[in-house]
């Protein structure tokens, strides 16, 4: 495998590792004031976003190294279904509450995200199964277990109060399931399914409800006044309407100075096009475009259904995580919580991001070397 390393795919390796450098940055720069105004150090951020990248980096190396079909085996994929399952439930009943929502598990000082690791773990659970079957994944039968399976990830998703990571999970799987080859009539019937289920839960749960009737009166109101519970998306707007073509530049950003909450996280695309302007944003835009559709080309190429399933649900993965970030920051989604893959705020997800790029390139090395 070492002779041969030159046979990865560089390019996206490049453009991935650029983006993260990117991160550590415009991460540092949005937090500087905020950390400074709480009487924290401002380089313990630069230094965290350091050390996941570093932790990322050799992560994403190993396994860009390792056989990745060795993880195609029924019985790891079935301790993965549950370990995911039983860290989901113990996030949703035993987890930190951050803003009325048990996402989290605290280790020390390390916070864990069950729900990104879901994500991750579906798409290889979903590859698993789909290669077992073969072509037999068109028959319904099949559908259902597939479904059942993607049932199982998102309900305790749901009881953390995570209706975003929910939603975004059932994407991923519906378009797995979609890609895989699984019948356009089966799984039309569960978008309508879905719509009732998103009703239902914001009915019995006020935050979800509170966020879509928000998001409606910010769409609708062309006075764009200014509420308690639309102040957060009214900033992310204003940010990005400040920027212009240009941008006010590098750390001169305004609405960074608290008056943007989540800037550094679920809101960093509306800093980016503060700092940078409208150019850079349509530049790093494309850069996405890029890399999305560069993991798709390793998919398409890929030598086994395996590989082609894992690299097609990473290339979603990062496509949904894109949109719904993007989207919420222009306010054409209502306000979730996803991250920008490789730049936002936050370490268990740089880490499975970097670790999913190190599965992409495995592939892309198999695809380029002859066996036997």
């Known amino acids: 495998m070492l002779r041969n390393i030159k046979k990865i795919d560089y390019l996206l390796l490049i453009f991935v590792l650029l983006l993260v450098f990117f991160g550590i940055i415009m991460v540092y720069s949005t937090t500087f004031y905020t950390q400074l105004s709480s009487h924290q150090s401002a380089e313990d951020v630069l230094n965290s976003g350091l050390l996941y990248a570093c ?3 050799l992560v994403m190396t190993l396994l860009a190294v390792f056989d ?5 085996n029924k019985y790891l994929m079935f301790a993965l279904f549950i370990i995911v399952i039983l860290l989901n439930l113990y996030a949703a009943f035993r987890g930190t509450t ?5 996402r989290y598990i605290d280790i020390g000082s390390i916070r864990i995200t069950p729900s990104e690791l879901s994500k991750s773990a579906l798409v290889f659970m979903m590859a698993s199964a789909i290669h077992s079957v073969g072509d037999n994944v068109k028959k319904f039968g099949n559908f259902v277990f597939l479904f059942l399976m993607l049932v199982c990830i998102i309900v305790p998703t749901l009881l953390q109060k995570s209706l975003s990571a929910s939603v975004g999970i059932g994407v991923i799987g519906l378009a797995v399931m979609f890609i895989a080859g699984t019948r356009v009539r089966y799984i039309l019937p569960v978008i309508p399914l879905a719509l009732a289920v998103i009703k239902l839960y914001t009915i019995f749960k006020g935050y ?6 928000t998001y409606k009166a910010v769409v609708f109101d062309r006075a764009y006044n200014i509420t ?3 102040y957060q998306i009214m900033q992310s707007i204003y940010a990005i309407g400040t920027g212009g ?6 750390g001169k950003s305004e609405f960074k100075l608290l008056r943007l909450p989540d800037a550094h996280t679920d809101f960093i695309f509306s800093i980016i096009a503060e700092e940078l302007g409208y150019v850079f944003s349509l530049v790093l835009l494309l850069t996405y475009i890029f890399i999305i559709g560069r993991i798709f080309k390793i998919a398409i190429e890929s030598k086994d259904t395996f590989g082609f399933i894992v690299a097609s649900g990473i290339g979603t993965i990062v496509a949904v995580h894109v949109l719904i ?3 919420v920051a222009i306010c054409t989604l209502p306000t979730t919580g996803m991250t920008l893959p490789f730049i936002s705020k936050g370490g268990t997800s740089l880490i499975i991001m970097m670790s999913l790029i190190g599965i992409v390139l495995n592939i892309s090395y198999r695809n380029n070397v002859s066996e036997g």
């Open 68 to 72: 990745y079909r060795k993880i195609n």
């Open 228 to 230: 308690d519970q639309s």
């Open 325 to 327: 970030n993007v989207g």
């Open 208 to 213: 979800a409800s509170t966020r879509i009737v």
């Open 245 to 250: 073509l240009l941008g006010k530049g590098i």
């Open 98 to 102: 951050v803003r009325g929502a048990n």
């Open 55 to 57: 932790i990322g980096t």
